[in-house]
């Protein structure tokens, strides 16, 4: 079968593409199944035609062409392959070929001319020398995009088209007064979305609270939110970070505002059911008598769960994710949105750079391998705490591979070495800041926060819950 994918990609796995092209499909069949076996994603092709066909619009970086004679169609298929795709690297494999012949492939633009039978270990390593080139180029070229990039929306940062699209959909959903669903994983910043949301809304001036919904029981999650008996609760927090007033129930203390149920998804059933009848069209927040008073509640819910999932289990209103849901913002986790990576190192390293009083400005090209390459389990916010951390114990003006707390966990102790051809280039530099750096030291966060840790084990920072 031509121009097949011989391979299956993990989750979050990312693979080299290989063309392999050979007009005998045993041959193909062969050198498919060592690549797999090499963690590349071979694609085949019968002849010249099909390979152009293939780079024109699969992406592959690599290409094994297996020449059938000793003539110039391989070297011509060089030379096509690498003018249609700027970058591509190629491999010529031929029976017997001469010295003249190698020379004028290496003239063509081919890495290496291997003899036919393959010699399996040799082109292991051509392969293993152009995969780390060909990721070499990328991420450099992720890197300088974002160094040149401004983007993003009241202190969200993203270039990537999942968050291009999560600040359109707070744009419009900003100029409503309708309910709005936030999800994500732990630490993808559902709740500084819930934030932004906020101060772009015309209830801006109004206040902003936030209720954790984790662990709560439904007599204290009743008197909490509706006013029941007079108590407070660490729960409740306004959007400057102070707690509500003693004795006054939610709906009442964020009445002309936004509130913010955090964890929706584990709040007790019978408090979702009131919550339906205060979201029905029409209706206001009132207090507990049933009272309608002017200066309507405007409600954002966010969940770590599927709500979807939930409700069809039974375990999450149905009638309550109809309301939540015709409004929805997903927040991509950090594997889904790699190239922001890089801009999300600039912001946080300024922020540190203020809050420790340092002048750290760059990533080593080590670091900067680890910090693209991670599989980022606890999103933002684990990203957050690392560059802090890194920040606060670089020496010199960068951060170097040895001061990241994952650097042990990416195995890339040898990394180095490897890469120290990237010495010369230049490292990420972080924006300039105009804010006074003297007298500047880490504040510690005085917000309350109930329920379990992040189940990521790093400490929460921010609002990227």
Known sequence: MKGRSKSTRGRNEQRTGVLVVDAMEKDREVMSRFLSSWDFEPVEASNAREALEITSRQAVSIAVISDPGRGTQGMELVRALRQARPGLETILLAADPSATYATDAFRAGAYDCLTRPVDFKQLSRDLSTLREAVRRRLESKVWEAAAGADAGLEGMAGISAPMQAVFASIRRFAMEDSPVLITGLIGTGKELAARVLHSLSRRASQPLVVYRCCGVSESVAAMELFGEPERSSERIELADGTAGESGIGLMELARGGTLLLDEIGELPPAIQARLEKVLQPGRLAGSQDGTQRAGSVRLLA????????????????????????????????????????????????????????????????????????????????????????????????????????????????????????????????????????????????????????????????????
């Not at 209103?317 to 949105?337: M, T």
């Not at 500047?440 to 329920?451: D, E, K, P």
């Open 302 to 465: 966010a969940t770590r769960l599927n709500p979807a999932e939930q409700a069809g289990q039974g375990e999450f209103s149905a009638e309550l994710y109809r309301l939540l849901g015709s409004n929805l913002i997903h927040l991509p986790s950090l594997v889904e949105r790699t190239e922001d990576i890089p801009l999300l190192c600039g912001q946080f390293l300024e922020k540190f750079n203020r809050e420790f009083d340092k002048a750290t400005r760059a990533f080593s090209p080590a670091a900067k391998r680890v910090l693209l390459s991670y599989h980022w389990p606890g999103n933002v916010r684990e990203l957050e705490n690392v560059i802090g951390r890194a920040c606060l114990l670089a020496e010199q003006d960068w951060i170097e591979l040895s001061d990241l707390s994952i650097a042990a966990v990416c195995g890339a102790g040898e990394w180095p070495e490897r890469y120290s051809e990237w010495a010369g280039e230049s490292r990420f530099v972080a924006r300039e800041s105009d804010a006074k750096k003297a007298g500047r030291r880490l504040r510690s966060s005085a917000q309350a926060r109930t329920g379990p840790p992040a189940r990521d084990g790093s400490a929460s920072s921010g609002n990227y819950s």
